[in-house]
C-alpha cells in the first residue's frame, strides 16, 4: 500500500511526538546521576594538638566526625575541611558533595610523640630506641648498649609522664632471658643483756630492853619487810637474809648479777615474678581486743616475727631490689591492760631500702645497734653519806641491753626444671618399718603381698 504525502508527514509527525518525550527522560537522567559508590576508608594520621587540612574535588556542602572529643573538622573554604587532633584515638570523618559525592576518612589522632624521641636521640646517640605511646602507657623499644642506658630512658620517659606506665623492653646485649627473682636472705639477731644490782635493807624489832622500838631503814627501791601487829611480813627475801634472834635485828641484801645471750637466726628463700612484690613472715599473730558496741568485743590479730617483703625488677643483667626487712617482737613490759587483757607491746627493728646487683651477688643490711643502759640509784639521806654503815643506807639498779641485727641478701635469677632436670628425692639408707609386722604377710598363704607372675623366655628358632 502507498501513502500519500499528507499522511505520511502526519505519521511522521506522530512518531516525533512519541521519541520526543523519551528523549528528554534520557536527558533528565542524564542530568541526576546515581549516587556514586564510597572509595576506601583513607587514613589521616594526625598528632594530638596539631591541625591538618584536607582538600576535596568538589565543593563541600556537609561534614561529620564520630567523636569531637578526640578531633573535630570545620570547613574552612568550599574545597578544604580544617582537622585539629585532641586527644589519641580513631574516629571516622565523613564528606558530602553535590550530587550524591561522598569521601569518608579514618582520622588517627596518636600522643605527640616527638619531643620524646627527639630528647632520648640527643641524650643517648647512637642508641636504637622506639618510644610509642597510647592513651595509658608509653612504651619504650629496641636495643641499647649498657644497662645503664636502658634504666636512665626508663626514668626519662617516666618523668615525661607522671601519671602513666613505662613499659620498657629495650634490651641490653648479655641480658638473661630469666622472668623470675629468687631471693635468699639470711636474718641474724644477737642480745646481749647484763643487769647489776645492789640493795640493803635493815630493820629491827622489840628487842630485850627496847621492847617499845621498832625500825626499818630502806631506800624502797627493793622490797623490805614491814611490820604488821608486832610482826614482821617479808614480801621477798631478796638474795641474802641475816637475823638475830637475841636482838631481833635483822638485814635484807640485794646482791644480783644477771648476764644474758639471745641469738636467732632465720634464712628465708622466696621466689617472685618480676615486677611483682612477695612477703614472707615467720613468727605469728598475737589478740588485740576491741569494743565494736554496747558489750560487744572484737578481736582482732597483730603480726609480728621475722617478716621480708621485696619487689624486684630485672633490668638487664642488673637486679634491682626494693626491700624491707623488719624483725619484731612481743614486750610485756610496755604493754597495756585493757579490760582485764593483757596487751603486749611490740619492739620492732626495721629496714627499707632499694638496690641494684647482679645474679649471685650480696649484700648486707648491717649497723642496726639498739644500745640502752639504765642506771638507777636510792640513798638514805645523811645516813648514806655516814662512813663504814653509809653504804648500807644505798642501793642501786644498773641495767645494759644490746641489740644488732644483720640482714645478708642474694638475689639470683632462676627458670622452671624440665622434667628430665627434676633430681630425685632423697631416699633413707633402710626401710622405715622393718618387714614381717604386716597383718598379711602372717597369714597363712599370705595376704598383703602378692609376688608377680614369673616372666615368660620366649625363644625364636
Known sequence: MTMTGPIRRAAFGVLLLILTPLAGFDALHAQAPPPQAAPPYARVPLTAGRSTVLATDFDITRIAVTNPAIADAVVVQPREILVDGKAPGTISLIVWGPANQRVQYDVVVEQPVAALQQQLGLLFPGEEIQVALNADAIVLSGRVSATEIMLRAGEIAKATAPKGNVINLLQVPGAS??????????????????????????????????????????????????????????????????????????AVLRLLKQTGYFQSLAEPNL????????????????????????????????????????????????????????????????????????????????????????????????????????????????????????????????????????????????????????????????????????????????????????PVRRVTR
Not at 639470711?186 to 628487842?207: C, H, K, Q
Request: proline fraction near 8%.
Open 271 to 454: 621466689i617472685a615474678y618480676n615486677g611483682q612484690e612477695a612477703s614472707f613472715l615467720a613468727g605469728g599473730e598475737f589478740p588485740i581486743p576491741f569494743s565494736t558496741g554496747i558489750g560487744a568485743v572484737s578481736v582482732v590479730f597483730k603480726e609480728f616475727g621475722v617478716r621480708l617483703n621485696f619487689t624486684p625488677t630485672i633490668a638487664g643483667d642488673l637486679i634491682r631490689l626494693h626491700v624491707r626487712p623488719e624483725v619484731s617482737s612481743l614486750d610485756f613490759n610496755n604493754g597495756i591492760l585493757l579490760e582485764g587483757f593483757r596487751i603486749p607491746a611490740l619492739t620492732v627493728r626495721r629496714a627499707e631500702t632499694d638496690v641494684e646487683l647482679r645474679d649471685g651477688q650480696s649484700f648486707a643490711i648491717a649497723g642496726l645497734i639498739d644500745n640502752e643502759a639504765q642506771l638507777d640509784e636510792a640513798a638514805v639521806p645523811v645516813l648514806s653519806r655516814l662512813p663504814i654503815i653509809g653504804p648500807l643506807f644505798k642501793s642501786k639498779a644498773d641495767r645494759q641491753e644490746k641489740t644488732e641485727l644483720l640482714v645478708l641478701i642474694t638475689p639470683r635469677l632462676v627458670r622452671p626444671l624440665d622434667p628430665d632436670e627434676v633430681p630425685a628425692l632423697p631416699t633413707l639408707p633402710g626401710r622405715f618399718l622393718p618387714s614381717g609386722d604386716d597383718i598379711g604377710e602372717q597369714l597363712e598363704g599370705g595376704g598383703g603381698t602378692v609376688d608377680p607372675p614369673a
Open 177 to 250: 632471658d630469666a622472668r623470675q627473682v629468687m631471693l635468699q636472705v639470711r636474718f641474724a639477731e644477737v642480745n646481749r643483756r647484763a643487769i647489776t644490782e645492789l640493795g640493803a635493807s635493815i630493820f629491827t624489832g622489840p628487842a630485850p630492853g627496847f621492847r617499845d622500838w621498832v625500825g626499818r631503814g630502806t631506800t624502797q627501791q627493793f622490797p623490805a619487810p614491814e611490820f604488821k601487829e608486832d610482826e614482821l611480813v617479808f614480801s621477798d627475801f631478796l638474795n641474802l637474809f641475816l637475823f638475830n634472834t637475841n636482838y631481833n635485828v635483822g
